[in-house]
């Protein structure tokens, strides 16, 4: 009896273990849509284009890889970027940033409310950037 008490008891611990282990939650499946965002071009009256980015679940998202899409009218960029090490499991949020045709990716962590900025995709006259602004380190 007391053997099904112990094995009762440790089956618990286990799963309670694992829920608070991840930090925001469950991982998105790959393939999944975590955030779109799009703003028009207002300095091109003459098409009407639109600058916009998706944040998707990689295959690799247990790894913390992520994909970017970003469209400008007809150009479509696609990347990849890897959450910081040690930061695996949080999720990445997509925000307009206060520069013109910019958007970041950036995350927040369980003990604070404060968004992190990490990854910065920028468009241009057509021309697509994307690139890390800040590293950090949750080890």
Not at 129 to 138: A, E, G
Request: charged share 25%; hydrophobic share 35%; glycine share 6%.
């Amino acid at each position: 009896m007391k053997l099904k008490a112990y094995i009762l008891l440790f089956a618990i611990t286990a799963i309670i273990a694992c829920k608070n282990n991840s930090k925001n939650g469950e991982l998105p499946k790959p393939g999944t849509v975590l955030a779109k965002e799009e703003m028009p071009v207002l300095n091109d009256t003459l098409n009407k284009f639109t600058f916009a980015v998706s944040l998707i679940a990689d295959s690799l998202v247990e790894q913390g890889i992520y994909d970017v899409n970003a469209v400008w009218g007809y150009n479509d960029a696609k990347t990849k970027f890897t959450m910081p090490k040690g930061a695996e499991n949080l999720k990445p949020i997509l925000r307009k940033s206060s520069k013109p045709y910019t958007f970041v990716i950036g995350f927040k962590t369980d003990k604070d409310t404060t968004f992190y900025d990490y990854y910065e995709i920028n468009g241009d006259h057509g021309t697509i950037k994307m690139q890390y602004i800040k590293s950090y380190s949750f080890q």
